[in-house]
């Protein structure tokens, strides 16, 4: 390899991704990365080269990911901190893939009355509560309808659903920007039946005082979704299967999971949240099918109603089909793919910013201690997570894809009252866990989404080195890896 043209290579590709950042539509979202971070980043790629100048393109990036530490970070999070009983990892460009597993999708199941183990191995094809990451569905189907001029963004919600009677002044953009909060008066799963779930819904209307940091709702997406039936006369979940899965070959992506297929998905069962006086509420409704969100619950999920925000399931094979589907501009033109990222939200209010959100996704953000894509993609990137452990990551530009699938809550205490804190357990690894009123020990996964941004960065750092590989040392052969971690 001839050092001089890879040196060549490695400055032209740094300029590009410089240019790629500054791609966003908010000047505060470039620049966030430096020309020295980017060196930082890619230098690793000629060192590899440089010390094993015969080795050719599966080797150097089999160097790349084990200098990167992923195999030990992964390790950590799955086997000493148990964050999570089991995670699949699946990212990098169209030529070249990394999938990432470790641990289990089930710990435990209820027999007789009593929790006995029963793993069950993280796989390919498990199947994942996808949760918010269904927002995604939902953004997708307003462009769809918008690109076929069915409808106008800048519309109130009332011109096509009459029944939300307090958002006369509230438009479909603000919802799909995260623009305006929105609020019911009654929780939506505090409802006896989905009719009446459908009533307090109809009665949403804009919190009063919109002066806030963070816009993120689940209301937005649950709306949004009456507005594509009505449009399409179709049931949501009808047009999201006709217009989404069907056009990009999801062959794995339900609503109400098949019988035949319940054995693959991911379980969930019996996460735990800590009262303010130690004792715990756990739930075993929540077997595998069944979403652990319990708006979509309440709203009709177990009986085909598609909620909008949450409630579908997938693999990480049909999820990567759709961000490759997104980038090459088929499920959406490249206009309306690029216009996901546009925000119409965050601003510098007393030196601190708020969230900057796309439509229905996160972007970059300019505070760090924010949930946030990472700074190095482009200006276009987004990022879709859902709170039983999913992330879909898609960069448009620099055509990177990224997929995490998790049973993160099974088994595990995902929320634990302040109150309670000074009671949680920390050993030597970092793995945190509380005693429950039986004498029970058991793990607590509420930092899931913080540490989880770890595997994300380093994943995320290992695509953008192997495409920079891809422009040294060209070929068209496409290369995926699987990797086992026992």
Do not use: W
């Not at 992964?74 to 901190?81: C, E, G, P, Q, S």
């Not at 939902?138 to 106008?152: F, P």
């Not at 011109?159 to 995260?178: A, G, H, M, T």
């Amino acid at each position: 390899m001839n050092s001089i043209k890879a040196q060549y290579i490695y400055n032209k590709y740094i300029n590009e991704l410089l240019n790629n950042q500054n791609m966003a539509s908010s000047p505060v979202l470039q620049d966030i990365f430096t020309r020295e971070d980017y060196e930082e980043l890619l230098k690793p790629v000629l060192k590899v080269i440089k010390e094993n100048p015969h080795a050719n393109l599966t080797t150097l990036r089999f160097l790349l990911f084990k200098r990167s530490g992923l195999k030990e970070i992964i390790d950590n999070f799955v086997k000493l901190t148990q964050i999570t009983p089991g995670v699949i990892l699946d990212f990098g460009t169209f030529k070249t893939r990394d999938t990432v597993l470790c641990g289990n999708s089930q710990e435990y199941v209820m027999e007789n009355g009593i929790l006995v183990p029963k793993p069950k191995a993280i796989e390919q094809d498990t199947i994942f509560d996808l949760a918010s990451t269904s927002k995604l569905f939902t953004a997708i189907s307003i462009l769809k309808l918008q690109e076929v001029g069915l409808i106008d963004v800048f519309d109130p919600i009332t011109k096509y659903v009459p029944e939300f009677r307090n958002l006369n002044d509230v438009s479909i953009y603000d919802l799909l920007k995260f623009r305006v909060m929105i609020v019911t008066d009654k929780r939506v799963d505090s409802a006896k039946n989905k009719e009446e779930a459908e009533q307090i819904l109809f009665g949403v209307h804009k919190r009063e005082d919109q002066n806030f940091t963070n816009a993120y709702t689940d209301m937005g997406a649950m709306t949004l979704r009456y507005v594509v039936e009505r449009v399409s006369k179709m049931s949501f979940k009808e047009f999201v299967q006709s217009e989404i899965f069907n056009q990009v070959g999801m062959k794995d992506t339900y609503l109400n999971v098949p019988q035949e297929k319940l054995d693959r998905v991911a379980n969930e069962n019996y996460s735990t949240i800590i009262k303010s006086d130690g004792t715990e509420i756990t739930r075993y409704d929540n077997i595998p099918g069944t979403p652990h969100d319990t708006k979509a619950l309440s709203i009709g999920e177990l009986d085909g109603i598609a909620p909008g925000h949450a409630g579908f399931f997938s693999t990480k094979d049909d999820m990567i089909k759709l961000g490759e589907s997104l980038i090459k501009g088929e499920v959406l033109k490249k206009e309306s793919v690029a216009s996901i990222s546009d925000t119409a939200t965050g601003f510098k209010d007393d030196n601190k910013y708020t969230y900057f959100y796309g439509s229905l996704v996160y972007l970059k953000q300019p505070d760090p201690k924010f949930l946030s894509v990472y700074p190095p993609l482009s200006g276009r990137s987004f990022m879709s997570p859902g709170f039983a452990g999913t992330t879909l990551c898609v960069d448009p530009i620099n055509e990177i894809t990224l997929f995490i699938g998790s049973s993160r809550l099974h088994n595990r205490i995902y929320q634990i009252h302040p109150n309670q804190r000074k009671n949680i357990k920390i050993d030597e690894y970092n793995k945190k866990t509380f005693i429950l009123p039986n004498g029970e020990e058991k793990v607590i996964c509420a930092d899931y989404t913080k540490d989880k941004e770890v595997l994300v960065k380093l994943a995320l750092d290992l695509s953008l080195q192997y495409q920079l590989l891809e422009k040294i040392m060209p070929t068209d052969k496409e290369m995926h890896l699987v990797r086992e971690l026992n």
